[in-house]
C-alpha cells in the first residue's frame, strides 16, 4: 500500500495558462474526492467519483475545471485559463467503498500546491 | 452536518497530555465525531473516530459528553511532530455522500514546544 499519491507536488503557473494534476488512489478504494485548500482554511469539496463516474460536482468547480476517472483508478484535475484566484493546495482523497467494516475514513494524498502568477 | 467550533490555537509542552476540545451542540443523534490533523504542508490524517462511547487507538483518545455536545481529542504524550492543526468533523454514517458533506472548519493549531 503506497497511499494516495498526487504529481505534480508544486506547480507555478503563469495566469491563463492550463494546469493538469493527477491522483493515484490506493489500489482497492473505488471512491476518490478533489478537494481545495486555500491558506488558512479547512479543505473545501470539489467533486467525488464511484469508479469512473462523476457523482458530485461543488459549485466552486467552475467551467474552467474539470475533472475525470476514465478507468475507475487514477484521476485527473485540469485547470483552464487560471487565474489568481485559483491558487491552492488540491488535495485528493480516496475511501473504501460501502459501510460495513469501514471507518468511513478518507484517506489523502500529500497534494498538489499551485501557485498562479 | 453539525457545525463544530474548536479554539484557534494550543500550545503543549513536550511530553505531557494535550486536550483539544470541540463543541457541536447541534450534532444529530446518527452523526459521529471525526478528528483529523494536518501537518504543515501535507494532507489531513485521520485519528479516530466516535458516536456515544470514548474511544481509544495508537494515535489518541476520543472523550465524547454523555449529552454529545461536545467533544475531547486527548494525545496522552506530545511530541514534536505532533505539531499540526487539528480538525474536528461532525457527520453522518458510512457513506460516500456523508463523506463530500464534510465542513472542515478551521480546526485548532496546536503547538507542541520543547
Known amino acids: 500500500d503506497t497511499g494516495v499519491s498526487q504529481d505534480p507536488r508544486h506547480k507555478i503557473t503563469k495566469r491563463g495558462q492550463n494546469v493538469t494534476f493527477r491522483c493515484d488512489p490506493i489500489?482497492?478504494?473505488?471512491?476518490l474526492y478533489w478537494y481545495r485548500q486555500t491558506l488558512g482554511q479547512g479543505p473545501e469539496f470539489l467533486t467525488y467519483?464511484?469508479?469512473?463516474?462523476?457523482?458530485?460536482k461543488s459549485r466552486l468547480l467552475s467551467d474552467r475545471f474539470s475533472a475525470e476517472r476514465p478507468k475507475g483508478s487514477f484521476s485527473t484535475l485540469e485547470i483552464q485559463r487560471t487565474e489568481q484566484g485559483d491558487s491552492a493546495m488540491y488535495l485528493c482523497?480516496?475511501?473504501?467503498?460501502?459501510?460495513?467494516?469501514?471507518?468511513?475514513?478518507?484517506?489523502f494524498g500529500e497534494g498538489s500546491r499551485l501557485t498562479v502568477l | 452536518d453539525a457545525k463544530t467550533t474548536q479554539p484557534p490555537s494550543m500550545d503543549c509542552a513536550e511530553g505531557r497530555a494535550a486536550n483539544l476540545p470541540c463543541n457541536h451542540s447541534t450534532i444529530s443523534g446518527n452523526e459521529y465525531v471525526y478528528w483529523y490533523r494536518q501537518i504543515h504542508s501535507q494532507g489531513p490524517q485521520y485519528i479516530i473516530h466516535g458516536l456515544k462511547n470514548n474511544e481509544t487507538n495508537e494515535m489518541a483518545s476520543l472523550i465524547i459528553t454523555e449529552d454529545r455536545k461536545s467533544s475531547t481529542l486527548i494525545l496522552p504524550h506530545a511530541t514534536l511532530r505532533d505539531t499540526a492543526v487539528y480538525y474536528c468533523?461532525?457527520?453522518?454514517?458510512?457513506?460516500?455522500?456523508?463523506?463530500?458533506?464534510?465542513?472542515w472548519g478551521l480546526g485548532t493549531s496546536l503547538a507542541v514546544n520543547p
Open positions: 467519483f464511484q469508479n469512473e463516474a462523476q457523482l458530485e
Open positions: 468533523i461532525v457527520r453522518g454514517p458510512f457513506n460516500a455522500g456523508n463523506n463530500r458533506k464534510l465542513i
Open positions: 489500489s482497492e478504494h473505488n471512491r
Open positions: 482523497a480516496s475511501s473504501l467503498p460501502g459501510a460495513i467494516m469501514n471507518t468511513g475514513e478518507l484517506f
